[in-house]
C-alpha cells in the first residue's frame, strides 16, 4: 500500500508559481512511478505529469511543457511539482498518483494503483 498526501495548493495570480508536495508513506517509494493529475470543474480527470522509479525519466501533458515541472526526492518519500506561468485554465484539484512497484510512467488515469486526496490550485486572472 502506498498513501499519499499533496500540499502545496493555493491561491494565486496568472503568471505565478506554485510547489505542489505529496509525501509517501511507503517504503516502496523509490520503486513507483509517480503522476500527477488534475481534475477541473465540470472535466474528466486529466495527466499531468510522470516521472519514471528506475532513471526519474519524465513525462509531460503538452498543455503544461516548459511550465511545468515534475521530480522526486526517494531520501523524503516525495515527488514534487513545480508550476510556472501558471494560467486560469490550470485551475483544478491536483492528485498525486502511484503504480505498482516496477511499472514505468503512463498517462493513463487507469494504470495507477494508488491515489492522494487532492489539493486545489486556483489561478485568478
Known amino acids: 500500500q502506498v498513501h499519499m498526501v499533496e500540499s502545496g495548493g493555493g491561491l494565486v495570480q496568472a503568471g505565478g508559481s506554485l510547489r505542489l508536495s505529496c509525501a509517501a508513506s511507503a517504503r516502496t517509494f523509490s520503486r513507483h512511478a509517480m503522476g500527477w493529475f488534475r481534475q477541473a470543474p465540470g472535466k474528466e480527470r486529466e495527466f499531468v505529469a510522470a516521472?519514471?522509479?528506475?532513471?526519474?525519466?519524465?513525462a509531460y501533458a503538452d498543455s503544461v511543457k516548459g511550465r511545468f515541472t515534475i521530480s522526486r526526492d526517494n531520501a523524503k518519500n516525495t515527488v514534487y511539482l513545480q508550476m510556472n506561468s501558471l494560467q486560469p485554465e490550470d485551475t483544478a484539484v491536483y492528485y498525486c498518483?502511484?503504480?505498482?512497484?516496477?511499472?514505468?510512467?503512463?498517462?493513463?488515469?487507469?494504470?495507477?494503483?494508488?491515489w492522494g486526496q487532492g489539493t486545489q490550485v486556483t489561478v485568478s486572472s
Open positions: 498518483a502511484a503504480r505498482s512497484e516496477y511499472y514505468g510512467t503512463s498517462p493513463i488515469q487507469d494504470a495507477y494503483d494508488y
Open positions: 516521472i519514471d522509479w528506475s532513471d526519474s525519466s519524465t
